[in-house]
């Protein structure tokens, strides 16, 4: 199983960027399909993610509003639009995945399988 994360780059104060994560070796359709960030000298911390194939939405507070997670079930592939971005917003962004996680879970890294490697998202102020 592979999860191939792509997408970020610099970007100024306000602009915005879309992450692509896309999953191959495993359907995710069953599990949940989520984004965590690590800024330099911080913990890793919980993003959003998307619940099976329906597609129900959680978002961590400081970015609720801004960004909007989804997914393509037919190619596996889950995005991160990531709108009116912040300085604070930089970090390290990692994909996450797992096909038997239950909902109550999703929010904390350790309980996925599945992990793309970073990209790393810059804004400038």
């Known amino acids: 199983v592979q999860l191939q994360a792509y997408g970020g780059g610099l970007v100024q104060a306000g602009g915005s960027l879309r992450l692509s994560c896309a999953a191959s070796?495993?359907?995710?359709?069953?599990?949940?399909m989520a984004w965590f960030r690590q800024a330099p000298g911080k913990e890793r911390e919980f993003v959003a993610a998307?619940?099976?194939?329906?597609?129900?939405?959680y978002y961590t507070d400081s970015v609720k509003g801004r960004f909007t997670i989804s997914r393509d079930n037919a190619k596996n592939t889950v995005y991160l639009k990531m709108d009116s971005l912040k300085p604070e917003d930089t970090a390290v962004y990692y994909c996450?995945?797992?096909?038997?996680?239950?909902?109550?879970?999703?929010?904390?890294?350790?309980?996925?399988?599945?992990w793309g490697q970073g990209t790393q998202v810059t804004v400038s102020s």
């Open positions: 996450a995945a797992d096909y038997r996680i239950i909902l109550s879970s999703i929010w904390t890294g350790e309980n996925y399988d599945y």
């Open positions: 070796g495993q359907s995710f359709i069953t599990g949940a």
């Open positions: 998307i619940w099976r194939s329906g597609g129900r939405t």
